[in-house]
């Protein structure tokens, strides 16, 4: 339970349906959290009105300690992947390392049968096994960040909410008299005060840079570090000719240089994707399914050129823009989520870079 409208009507409806419930909600924050931090979910406020909700829906509720887990899978990987140029996703990590892995397995060891979140997620338990589907509201489906969910975890999940669209859930909390009804939900990265860039930058220092073209290494401008870039940029890039449109098209922390280039220079054919996993056996992996690059794109028609246990190449029959390296590869075949991947960069053949430079105002 995180003290919002989605876990709390999934701990009413399994209430309902006869299930012995236990609330939970795990603990992130540390103490010596900044005022600022953690205050849209995951906080001590949060964790009060969950405990408020669980009271009202009649069962018991804990608070477990995952702070040094959520430290180390979590909050680090966030710093280390923008120091290495590269776009992460927390929410995905923190499904995948924490609530459907140690989560699952915590409750196994206590005699739970099930874990269930609020995720619009649908499960479907087929002669192949159990199956995760999109949900049934397209704006709220949450498949996108569970493709890490470890496969030998999928029987023991449960998505009450799954097959609900947003406004009955805030309906039935309403039905119910929960505190949540109408709770706004959390957009932020949730241990982020601020924006990412102010975030990052206490953790990464400025080291100033040169931002080159990419067909002819030539300096069009500088910056203060490349974590503070991502692939398809074309905002606030600080070049000398201001007037010219560019998108950053590849980021190289080992000598610091921002590389930009036209709208094309980042159109992806295909891409290359490492630490993948799988919600069903390799071998049934078709060759031709879907792929979802960023948590809002729409999935594009796509063919495996290879795959294994540790990653996988696809050919993109839709380029794709800016496909950003960190970022998630999701597997699909129609609703069907199939699993996924952590986005590689493209390799590049790089202009040699001369000390040229182009005046500021020309």
Known sequence: MSGGVDSSVSAALLKEQG???????????????????????????????????????????????????????????????????????????????????????????????????????????????VEFHRGDDPRKDQTYFLW???????????????????????????????????????????????????????????????????????????????????????????LFRSHQVRHVVHLDPASNTVWVGDYADCLWSGLRASAANYLLPLSELPEQLEVQVRYRSTPVPARVLHADEHGFELELLDPQFAVAPGQSAVLYSGSRLLGGGLIEDHIRDLPQMGEQRVPVGV
């Open 148 to 238: 890490g969910t470890p496969r030998e975890a999928l029987p023991y999940i449960l998505f009450p909410v799954g097959t609900l669209e947003k406004p009955q859930v805030r309906a039935l909390a309403a039905d119910h008299g929960l505190l949540t009804a109408q709770k706004p939900e959390s957009q932020n990265i949730c241990f982020v005060p601020g924006t990412v860039r102010e975030f990052v930058a206490e953790y990464v220092p400025q080291a100033r840079g040169q931002i080159r073209e990419i067909h002819t290494g030539e300096v069009v401008g500088e910056h203060l570090g490349t974590q503070f870039y991502t692939l398809g940029q074309k905002k606030g890039l600080g």
């Open 19 to 129: 299930y012995e419930v236990i609330g939970a909600m795990m603990r992130f924050w540390p103490d010596e959290k900044r005022v600022d931090t953690f205050d849209s979910c995951c906080s001590p406020d949060a964790a009060y009105e969950a405990r408020r909700v669980a009271d009202q829906v009649g069962v018991p509720f804990y608070l477990l300690d995952y702070r040094e887990q959520f430290r180390q899978h979590i909050m680090e990987p966030f710093i280390e992947e923008y120091r290495a140029g590269r776009t992460p996703n927390p929410c995905v990590n923190c499904n995948t390392k924490v609530k459907f892995d140690e989560l699952v397995k915590k409750a196994r060891m206590l005699g739970c049968d099930y874990v269930a979140t609020g995720h619009y997620v649908k499960r479907l338990d087929t002669e192949r096994g």
